[in-house]
């Protein structure tokens, strides 16, 4: 009996053993599966990922909403009327050639009113809008996207900066799967009489630093005069 129990036990012990090995090996094979998954979903496909993006300019009932949503900013505490309204497109203009001129970089085609044209969804798997940026362009070295804005109505508009930290997020999904060096300019323009507090620009680069440390953002300040201003509003406004 004694020699039947012990032969039970070294079984018992020995399917034991077997067990925990089949249970690591299951364990093993669907780790190995899942690390396979997430490589192919991330790194699998770049190449023909990045061949399906390129830069277009929006449709004019894109540019149209986007226009509307721009003067649609939320009024402040003390609002102060204002005899003439500012044409967005004027200060666009404006903006993007002295930021072209002072960097250097008129010689380069540029794509007004751009967006990225493919499934933003392939890399994004929060959102599928695709944000329009007021230019685009390619220099030697780096895909630069702009973006101007008032820098006074900037700073107290909170829903602006939430659009601006959409739009460098679809960049950093879209930097990371072309691997090239892709940053958005920010252009601050400061209008006669509006400009920014310094408070207010500090507030900004706290809340972007990281984009600005990572090189996804850069920010310049453009002084516009009381003659180039004059050009900036509707007049029957």
Do not use: C, W
Not at 24 to 48: C, E
Request: hydrophobic share 40%; charged share 25%.
């Amino acid at each position: 009996m004694s020699k039947e129990v012990a032969e039970k036990k070294a079984q018992v012990s020995e399917l034991k053993t077997e067990n925990r090995e089949l249970r690591s090996q299951v364990i093993s094979i669907a780790t190995n599966v899942s690390q396979r998954q997430t490589s192919t979903n991330i790194l699998g496909l770049p190449q023909d990922l990045a061949r399906m993006f390129t830069i277009t300019s929006a449709g004019e009932a894109e540019v149209e909403e986007k226009q509307a949503e721009d003067h649609q900013a939320p009024a402040q505490e003390q609002p102060v009327p204002r005899p003439r309204r500012l044409d967005r497109r004027r200060l666009e203009n404006l903006a993007v050639d002295r930021f072209l001129k002072e960097n250097d970089l008129s010689q380069f085609p540029i794509v007004h009113e751009a967006k990225l044209t493919a499934q933003i969804e392939i890399i994004d798997q929060v959102s599928t809008s695709s944000p329009i940026f007021d230019a685009y362009l390619t220099s030697l070295d780096a895909e630069i996207f702009i973006e101007v804005q008032s820098s006074n109505r900037f700073a107290n508009a909170s829903f602006i900066r939430d659009r601006l930290y959409v739009m460098l997020t679809k960049l950093s999904h879209y930097k990371a799967l072309k691997k090239t060096n892709v940053f958005m300019s920010l252009v601050l323009v400061n209008l006669p009489g509006e400009e920014a507090r310094p408070s207010q620009l500090s507030r900004l680069f706290a809340e972007f630093q990281p984009a600005i440390s990572g090189g996804l953002l850069r920010i310049v300040e453009i002084v516009v005069t009381e003659e180039e201003a004059v050009d900036l509003y509707d007049s029957d406004a």
